[in-house]
């Protein structure tokens, strides 16, 4: 667990293995006379021989500071750009991991944003990029140097710096539990044992779960969930989590739907297995978005009344597994004629939104690894965002600010054409064009209320890693969330 913390003690002064001196292309901000002495004179000479270009950094040894080792990171030209800042303490983490700094500090640059935001964004880039998934490799594999203790040095506004760093520190950290979730092996994530660790979470973080098990799912008619669940020797589970602060500034709450799917085969429509089955655990990357997102609530008090549902199984050819051809009869009394059973999880996501109703909700958000065609039409960094008629450009907004972006995909009416089906309802399949459109369009069916429905299957794993994304689970999802839904509190409020 990383210690984080904020001093205004003299930059020469800090006993660190590592001080982060972040610049700016043509930056004013680090000379002799604000650094300090001995030592500024001597970063001031390096400096002119550095740029400031993002991504660039150098590492000098000065012997005038208490600092082992100081690096000058490179943040580019922009000097308003919250995710300029998470990229630049990024390369500092990789500086330190590089030189094992257990103790890392980093001197808050002069820019144009608010000293929370920065102290905010300079956390959540350090942390994020410290993280690593070390649950399975041996005790002597496991990095044991990475950095404990990371020091921001404010110079005026040191209570909001300090409020943001708080702040990113839950937020980086909610992301994590995210991060792990994804990561995890399916045999340790079935449905049964996912409501357990969500258990676990909730009682940590003072929000409230209750897990459904297969009778009471069973009860409720979930006939998407029962169907996808039919072909597995595990059963299903449906995590119900709330978070309902008595300050709550909503009487209607927030619903958040996540995918659960631990594992997808595709079922009898079984898929390949390179670059395609070989990644499905992260198949309940949705569902884990929401679990941290609940995390991050009830850990930073957030005054607003938020329910998260979960349902959860995996998608098996086992003998007793639905096949093309089935129709069946969902939570919503609607029917779907199945024409491939690797469309699944727009079958237990309709059961979830549909129950949905029950909690009038003032706005329901789903997320979840929908289709491919989001990965082709988007790639990894950018998620797409659709809606009947929620408010997507305050969610646009919010991914802009957290670094979890989002964009929108039209929803006119044709495309749900696709989607006609000769024997029941609807069909859970579309044609070859515009797949995460008509995946939309089929969740639309099953709602009756303000709606918002991202789809995140590029930007939820990696196969190879960015700027604080390590390869595999990113966790994406929750900043957006916690973003857009603390916006969402802060107006309503006033
Ligand atoms: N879980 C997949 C979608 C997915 C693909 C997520 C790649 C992450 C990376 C989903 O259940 C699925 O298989 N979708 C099908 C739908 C199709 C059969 C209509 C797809 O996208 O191919
Ligand atoms: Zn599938
Ligand atoms: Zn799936």
């Known amino acids: 667990m990383m210690k984080v913390s904020v001093t205004t003690l003299p930059l020469v002064s800090l006993d660190v293995d590592l001080l982060l001196l972040l610049v700016t292309e043509g930056d004013a901000g680090i000379t002799a006379e604000n650094i300090g002495g001995e030592i500024g004179q001597a970063l001031e ?42 990229e630049a303490a990024a390369t500092g983490a990789a500086l330190a991991k590089k030189t094992n700094g257990t103790t890392v500090a980093l001197r808050i640059p002069d820019v144009a944003l608010d000293s929370d935001v920065t102290g905010q964004a300079l956390v959540e ?3 994020l ?38 702040r990113g520190r839950v937020i980086a950290e909610s992301t994590c ?10 045999h340790e994530k079935t449905p049964t044992l996912l409501g357990k660790a969500v258990e676990r979470h909730a009682k940590k973080n003072g929000f409230d779960v209750t897990v459904w098990d297969k009778a009471e799912i069973e009860h409720e008619k979930m006939g998407g969930l029962l169907a996808v669940n039919r072909g597995s020797p595990e059963p299903p589970a449906f995590i119900e989590m709330t978070w309902q602060p008595s300050k709550a500034a909503n009487s209607r709450p927030v619903v958040l739907v996540g995918k659960g799917i631990v594992f997808d085969t595709g079922g009898l429509s079984l898929k390949p297995t390179k670059d395609s089955m070989d990644h499905m655990k992260a198949d309940m990357a949705g569902g884990a978005a929401v679990i941290g997102t609940l995390e991050a609530l009830a850990r930073l008090d957030v005054p607003l009344y938020v329910v998260g549902l979960v349902p959860a199984t995996d998608n098996r050819p086992g003998a007793f597994a639905y096949v093309p051809g089935d129709v069946l009869t969902m939570h919503s009394g609607k029917t779907v004629e199945v024409l491939n059973t ?19 909700p003032e706005l329901v958000i789903d997320l979840a690894t929908l289709t491919g065609a989001q990965v082709v039409a988007l790639g990894s960094k950018v998620a797409a965002a659709m809606t009947n008629r929620g408010p997507i450009a305050a969610l646009c907004e919010a991914g802009d600010q957290s670094g979890d972006l989002v964009h929108p995909m039209p929803m006119h009416a044709h495309y749900g054409d696709a989607l006609r089906s000769h024997v029941a309802d609807i069909k859970n399949i579309g ?4 797949g995460s459109i008509t995946a939309a369009k089929f969740l639309e069916h099953f709602v009756d209320y303000d709606w918002l429905h991202v789809d995140l299957a590029g930007p939820a794993f990696l196969q190879k890693a960015m700027p604080y994304r390590p390869e595999g689970g990113t966790g994406f999802g929750v900043r957006l969330l916690v973003e ?3 916006r969402m509190a802060s107006t309503r409020k006033r």
Do not use: C, W
């Open 177 to 186: 539990t995210a991060r792990d979730l994804v990561n995890m092996s399916p």
């Open 125 to 127: 880039g350090f942390m």
């Open 342 to 360: 690797d469309a699944e999880g727009r079958l237990i996501l309709a059961d979830a939104l549909s129950y949905a109703k029950i909690y009038r």
């Open 431 to 434: 044609n070859r064009e515009a």
């Open 45 to 86: 000479l390096t400096l002119s021989d550095f740029s400031g270009k993002a991504g660039e950094s150098v590492v000098v040894y000065p012997a005038a500071t208490r600092a082992h080792r100081v690096a000058f990171v490179g943040l580019g030209d922009s000097a308003d750009d919250a995710e300029a800042l998470r």
């Open 484 to 486: 857009f839904l603390t």
């Open 129 to 166: 990029a410290s993280y690593e998934f070390q649950r399975y490799k041996e005790e002597d594999e496991r990095t044991h140097d990475r950095t404990e203790r990371f020091v921001l040095h404010a110079g005026a506004h040191e209570q909001a710096v300090r409020r943001g760093a708080e």
